[in-house]
Nanobody, 128 residues
Framework: QVQLVESGGGSVQAGGSLRLSCAVS????????MGWFRQVPGKEREGVGR???????AYAESAKGRFAISQDNAKTTLFLQINSLKPEDTAMYYC??????????????????????WGQGTQVTVYS
């Protein structure tokens, strides 16, 4: 069973940076897709970006330029670097995993509906 545990969230002043982490365990597949999503209470979940097992990334239009996804060499930790934080970035941030690549390369990754494994989330609050 895949387990995902996010960390690194917090309360940050606008203009600051955060690096979120997602510890991944429970699978040994060499091919996979992982994504970062965020959600504000009362609003739909929003895709931020995704990375495949080869390190290729894709981002939502709203995330391009300030967000960067990476993974460690052991591929046991996923990262989300967020720079120039804005109050509208305030949300719960989740990482998600799919052990297949099929949907990773279609635009549908951004909905999150094809990711079967999710972490519990880490809260990011940005104050002005």
């Amino acid at each position: 069973q895949v387990q995902l545990v996010e960390s690194g969230g917090g309360s940050v002043q606008a203009g600051g940076s955060l690096r979120l982490s997602c510890a991944v365990s429970g699978h040994a597949r060499s091919a996979y897709c992982m994504g970062w999503f965020r959600q504000v209470p009362g609003k739909e979940r929003e895709g931020v970006g995704r990375i495949d097992s080869d390190g290729l990334t894709a981002y939502a239009e709203s995330a391009k330029g300030r967000f960067a996804i990476s993974q460690d060499n052991a591929k046991t930790t996923l990262f989300l670097q967020i720079n120039s934080l804005k109050p509208e970035d305030t949300a719960m941030y989740y990482c998600a995993a799919d052990l297949f690549l099929t949907n990773c390369y279609s635009d549908s990754w951004i909905t999150g509906q094809y990711f079967p494994f999710w972490g519990q989330g880490t809260q990011v609050t940005v104050y002005s």
